[in-house]
């Protein structure tokens, strides 16, 4: 039997604490160091940059992996790898659980569609490039996995917890060396393009005159926002925020058994079922939220259970968990012999986001056009927390719709970005053909997306 000074016990408690101890110095800097401040990186991302460096040097000087230490359990990497995969899912269904408040005019809906919608598109543009840089280099070196390019829209749109489990699918099934590190890489560089195009694009905003408003200036959260009406206590029998995670726990391990499943029922898809478990926990939060509505609407439930400010709190720190994890589990030396075409795909995604994204906004949300370009520009290179960051810069009390058309968006952007996900399966045995299958969903997809402006061009030609 283990005695409790074991490493073994202690290990995954020092790493999350060195984790949370890394985002809160970040968070610190960034408040003290007026560069950090101005280049609006998140502190989690910056968190664990510097854990990547602190690990880097240890190996220099030491000759063995920090992460892989007894002092961690012997495991680290390993365990970073498992705290990114599980904190994607557990964010998605706290953020699933929360109740929408919007007004759904034809108007607003067709603004949160058409985001969606840009969402994809996106994905479909960075995966569009990422073949093309992956493919070609490919031919170049015959070592090179073709189909990496694709990890560029999971790696800049979805974030860290995605970037990991299809480059953790492409390493464990189709034999990419360093996939789940190249996959974070990639992560990690569509933050650093977040920020870098943001400020530029806010630098160009102040020397036009437009003002940007300081988000440093929180306002007081009203009492309404944190208990809403004939919800159930924040302190009773049983705290409140317990009773969140425990409809977060119950929908994960609802996920567990449905993936238990079909990975029962289909094996031969068992690794890319495990893979969709955001997504099999975002339709499972969905279907529990309906049954808990039902059952307040019907009256067999008197109180409201489910509160958005503590699902908020909740789901953002799962995020922020997720994100730092994964930047620290990179391991630098597996991907020191693809540097180049990391950073060509880096700077390829930075480039063609920004562009798609500006011109989409100009076109489709004229009213409001820099907030929803910088929220988008913000999301699909880095996660929503990046998104919200660039957004409050310009409209930090979130008078626009920019931020609602985020939240809502996901469902349309789920519906329509399956497809790309079962691409994503295909690439590796049919790189050639997936690129081509993207550009022709890439051009259906714009067509959806421009529909009124081509049929008012349509209309507009037979007068």
């Known amino acids: 039997m283990e005695g409790f000074w074991d490493y073994s016990v202690w290990g995954s408690s020092m790493l999350f604490a060195i984790l949370l101890i890394s985002v809160f110095v970040s968070h610190a800097l960034k408040r003290m160091i007026r560069p950090l401040k101005a280049s ?9 940059l510097i854990l990547l460096v602190i690990a880097f040097v240890f190996k220099i000087v030491t000759g063995y992996e920090m992460f892989d230490t007894k002092f961690f359990g012997g495991n680290g990497y390993e365990k970073l790898e498992i705290i990114t995969y599980h904190a994607l899912s557990l964010g998605f269904i706290g953020a699933t659980f929360k109740s929408s408040g ?13 985001t969606g919608v840009t969402t994809v598109s996106t994905y479909l543009l960075q995966g569009t490039f990422g073949l093309i840089i992956s493919i070609g280099y490919a031919a170049l070196s015959n070592s090179f996995f073709p189909a990496a390019g694709i990890l560029l829209p999971f790696g800049y749109g979805q974030g860290t917890g995605q970037a990991l489990n299809f480059g953790g699918i492409y390493e464990n099934t189709y034999g990419f060396v360093g996939g789940k590190s190249f996959g974070l890489s990639i992560a990690a560089l569509g933050f650093l393009s977040a920020s870098l195009g943001g400020v530029i694009h806010l630098d160009v905003l102040r020397h036009r005159g437009i ?32 009773i969140q995670c425990a409809f977060i726990a119950f929908a994960y391990l609802l996920t567990y058994l449905l993936m238990n499943l079909l990975g029962s029922l289909i094996p031969g898809m068992r690794s890319i079922i495990y893979g969709f478990n955001f997504l099999i926990g975002v339709l499972v939060a969905t279907i529990l939220k309906y049954v808990m509505n039902t059952l307040n609407r019907r009256r067999i439930v008197g109180r409201t259970y489910i509160n958005n400010f503590l699902m908020t709190r909740v789901s953002n720190f799962c995020f922020d968990v997720m994100v730092v994890a994964g930047v620290a589990a990179i391991r630098l030396k597996v991907i020191k012999n693809n540097w180049a075409v990391l950073l060509i795909m880096g700077v390829v995604g930075l480039i063609v986001t920004f562009i798609y994204n500006r011109f989409v906004a100009k076109k ?42 985020m939240v809502y968006q996901n469902f349309p952007a789920i519906v329509f970005g399956f497809p790309m996900m079962l691409l994503a399966t295909m690439a590796p045995v049919y790189p050639v053909r997936t690129l081509i299958i993207i550009m022709a969903f890439f ?17 507009g030609s037979h007068h």
């Open 364 to 405: 489709l949300f004229p009213d409001y056009c820099e907030e929803q370009f910088l929220m988008m520009y913000g999301m699909l290179t880095g996660t929503a927390s990046t998104g919200i960051i660039l957004l409050r810069e310009i409209d930090g009390d979130f008078v626009t719709p920019a931020s609602d058309n």
């Open 443 to 459: 051009a259906v997809m714009n067509l959806i997306l421009f529909r009124t402006k081509l049929i008012s061009a349509i209309k």
């Open 211 to 242: 003002v940007v408003k300081n988000a440093d200036v929180e306002k007081a959260i009203r009492s309404e926002e944190i208990q809403g009406s004939n919800e159930v206590p924040m302190q009773e029998s049983m705290d409140k925020l317990t």
């Open 40 to 48: 609006l990186i998140p502190a989690p991302v910056l968190g664990g």
């Open 102 to 114: 919007i007004t759904p005019t034809k108007k607003r809906m067709g603004e949160i569609f058409n």
